[in-house]
């Protein structure tokens, strides 16, 4: 169907607040990926869901940060006690294992922590 | 630690030009390559992908792999100014964590009338 979509696409939150973003990855595509991306800086890989498995959390920066992936689809990544360091721009992408790893990004979630 | 490098830029070329930008990666066991446009303040949109050695066209766009050199180039003929944006170079992480690619910096291009 459509492409990957996420959401708020914009959250403006005061530190120390929790938020959750939303990410409605492509039908059909098993791998789901969220990044972030800092003004003028490259991808941060933060976590990887693949299918059933358990997922890869290695780029996650804190144990502030979580992720869960429900009924194989939509993805909620989870930012606890939010800290001015956490603005930036939340990314996520979902590829399909016939289609060598391409992968396709939504549109972003613009997160301003105050 | 596999790692994708670009130069950053700004790469600056004049309308009509052909713009070239480049790649090199750490991972000899990588067999995909993508490349990546982002407007200012926009997700990243695929423009090509390539799997074997040589060249591969579409339209304006050549990229070129060389898997001895482990260098992947991306060609643009004919920079439009509309060209201008951040080009990523994405690299398959062959057996690896973080995800199944691995992606450069970027490199800022601007295409001048």
């Known amino acids: 169907g459509a492409g990957v979509s996420q959401s708020p696409s914009n959250k403006v939150t005061e530190k120390g607040k929790d938020v959750e973003l939303r990410c409605d990855p492509i039908?059909?595509?098993?791998?789901l990926y969220w990044y972030r991306q800092s003004l003028g800086q490259g991808l941060e890989f933060l976590i990887y869901?693949?299918?059933?498995?358990?997922?890869?959390k290695s780029g996650l920066p804190s144990d502030r940060f979580s992720a869960e992936r429900t009924g194989g689809s939509v993805s909620t990544l989870t930012i606890q006690r939010t800290q001015q360091e956490d603005s930036a721009v939340y990314l996520c992408?979902?590829?399909?294992?016939?289609?060598?790893?391409?992968?396709?990004f939504g549109p972003g979630t613009r997160l301003l922590v105050l | 630690q596999k790692e994708v490098e670009q130069n950053s830029g700004p790469l600056s070329v004049p309308e009509g030009a052909i713009a070239s930008l480049n790649c090199t990666y750490s991972?000899?066991?990588?067999?995909?390559f993508f490349w990546y446009r982002q407007y200012s303040g926009k997700s990243p949109e695929l423009i090509m992908f390539?799997?074997?050695?040589g060249d591969k066209e579409d339209g304006r766009f050549t990229a070129q792999l060389n898997k001895a050199s482990q260098y992947v180039s991306l060609l643009i003929r004919d920079s439009q100014p509309s060209d201008s944006a951040t080009y990523l170079c994405?690299?398959?992480?062959?057996?690896?964590?973080?995800?199944?690619?691995?992606f450069g910096k970027g490199t800022k291009l601007s295409v001048k009338p």
């Open positions: 992408a979902s590829s399909s294992l016939g289609a060598r790893e391409t992968q396709y």
């Open positions: 039908s059909g595509h098993t791998a």
């Open positions: 869901f693949q299918g059933n498995s358990a997922p890869d």
């Open positions: 991972d000899r066991g990588s067999q995909s």
């Open positions: 390539i799997y074997s050695n």
């Open positions: 994405a690299v398959e992480n062959y057996g690896g964590s973080q995800g199944n690619l691995i």
